[in-house]
């Protein structure tokens, strides 16, 4: 009737504006929704768009109204008496619960009908996305809730959410790797029963590029990945798109993706980024990127392209800027940029500034207990402290160190292809830094070997460089001179032609008197 059609229209329009990134006629239309609509069901859907729209601007404002919509559906739930402690013993109820074959459940349950039950999942995953921006153990928590709503009602596309959220869970919290994987593939599995399209963008980001990356060879990720990504720009979903962007982003650059390649997508994921409206992507992740890739390769866009313009008016310190503004999700991305483009650099000092500047986000090399989704990191940061701990003599930064060679070293008997490399090349570091000479030389052969062998190539460079200071530190000028050169031909594949350039000028004059 007449009323369905006029609720429709201002339905579809509200979210192809937010779509669109017009969010002040968002705001317009769900409030001619919310004033006019009959039921709270009629006005559900304007309610979650303009959750998506407040959260832009205050995801504390979201927070308080998914809360409110929940106390409307039932469910009570405050998040103030919710501690780590009691998140983790409801992440071991439902490891238990899910353990072995008892996960396939999912497969033979009943689709969920139960109206109320379906706008709690809703809520509830939309709560779980935000806390999944902010690194919290709330998604993982509240992912539980969802489990056990849909083993009591039936599964909704909001189950294959939350079961892929709580494979990371089961990794990250529960160091469960193998329950993990499997849980994920559950999810996948459960997929085939809704529409594809909007499935993988809001797990291929999840599945892929956090829980799979364990056991899969990071090259093979990188299809799923751009797919999820260009589904969430066609679908105009801001959140998706956001973390689907910075999850494929990364992991091209981890699997040692050709430099320019990445460049070029940058600049076309940029376009769209702008289109959305979604200026911190633009300014906080994409432009610092750019900034680094262009440094390492020599390579700029037009000055007319969109990430030159930013890199030339954003602030110098991201992290700083990302922290004013209360960017949870860019500030973590920004102290591991931080961490990559001084390493890169040879800027030691100011690497472990970084690290001694933001504890909390270091703390696992502290405490040993480093993730395998945080791998990147944790071995940058590995290799600044051994490099901190022979020009400082500092016990501590030995122990962050001897901490990541650990991690790696259980890492790399969990996926071989992956991380043998980075454990070869933390532990030539560690005998270097021990004055094992031999050890050290035969670990780095074969750091740079296993990278090369695996289309790690930026990582082989990497490994041929630190080869060429040691060797050159140690007065071994033939083996100093064979690694410049394998290291530059190793940058120059990767399309850092400058970084390249830089470790010719650099070694020779340091170690070969220009000889």
């Not at 004033?35 to 859907?45: E, L, R």
């Amino acid at each position: 009737d007449e009323y369905d059609l006029s609720l429709n229209l201002f339905e579809n329009s509200a979210l192809a504006n937010y779509s669109e990134g017009n969010h002040e006629q968002v705001v317009i239309q769900v409030n001619h929704v919310l004033s006019n609509a009959k039921s709270f069901d009629d006005k559900f859907k304007s309610h979650c768009v303009f959750i998506n729209v407040v959260a832009i601007g205050s995801m504390e404002r979201a927070t308080e109204k998914i809360y409110d919509l929940l106390k409307h559906l039932g469910e009570n739930i405050d998040p103030n008496l919710i501690s780590p402690q009691v998140a983790i013993t409801e992440f071991m109820s439902i490891q238990g619960l899910l353990a072995g074959g008892q996960k396939d459940i999912f497969l033979n349950l009943y689709q969920m009908t139960d109206r109320t039950k379906l706008m709690t999942m809703k809520l509830l995953a939309m709560r779980v996305m935000y806390y999944l921006q902010q690194h919290s153990f709330m998604s993982g928590y509240l992912a539980c809730k969802m489990i056990r709503i849909s083993l009591q009602y039936g599964h909704c596309d909001d189950t294959v959410f939350a079961l892929s959220v709580f494979s990371v869970t089961l990794q990250n919290h529960l160091q469960d790797i193998d329950e993990g994987c499997a849980l994920a593939r559950t999810a996948l599995s459960l997929m085939e029963f809704y529409d594809a399209n909007q499935m993988i963008q809001r797990v291929y980001g999840i599945i892929y590029g956090h829980v799979l990356v364990s056991i899969k060879p990071l090259q093979s990720l990188h299809e799923p990945l751009l797919r999820a990504c260009r589904l969430s720009f066609s679908n105009g979903h801001s959140e998706n798109s956001t973390l689907n962007t910075i999850t494929y982003i990364s992991r091209s650059w981890q699997a040692g993706k050709k430099l320019p390649l990445i460049m070029n997508e940058m600049n076309a994921f940029a376009h769209q980024h702008k289109q959305q409206s979604h200026f911190a992507m633009l300014q906080l992740f994409l432009a610092p990127i750019y900034k680094i890739i262009s440094t390492l390769s020599g390579i700029s866009l037009d000055s007319s392209e969109l990430l030159p313009q930013l890199v030339a008016t954003c602030s110098e310190d991201i992290v700083e800027t990302a922290r004013n503004k209360n960017e949870t999700l860019y500030l973590y991305n920004a102290i591991a940029i931080s961490l990559e483009e001084s390493l890169s650099l040879r800027n030691f000092a100011q690497a472990s500034q970084t690290i001694l500047k933001y504890p909390d986000f270091f703390k696992m090399l502290e405490n040993g207990r480093v993730r395998i989704t945080e791998f990147m990191v944790a071995f940058n940061a590995g290799l600044v402290s051994f490099h901190t701990a022979r020009e400082t003599r500092e016990a501590h930064w030995m122990e962050k160190a001897t901490n990541v060679v650990a991690a790696f070293e259980k890492f790399s008997k969990i996926n071989e292809w992956n991380f043998e490399h980075m454990y070869l090349l933390l532990k030539a570091e560690l005998h270097h830094t021990k004055g094992e000479t031999n050890e050290a030389a035969q670990a780095y052969y074969l750091s740079a070997e296993a990278a090369q062998k695996r289309r790690f190539i930026h990582h082989s460079a990497l490994a041929c460089e630190l080869a060429a200071h040691y060797f050159g530190n140690v007065g071994l000028k033939e083996k100093t001179r064979e690694m410049i050169k394998r290291s530059h031909d190793a940058y120059m594949e990767w399309g850092a032609a400058r970084k390249a350039k830089a470790v010719i000028n650099l070694l020779e004059l340091k170690w070969l008197d220009g000889n």
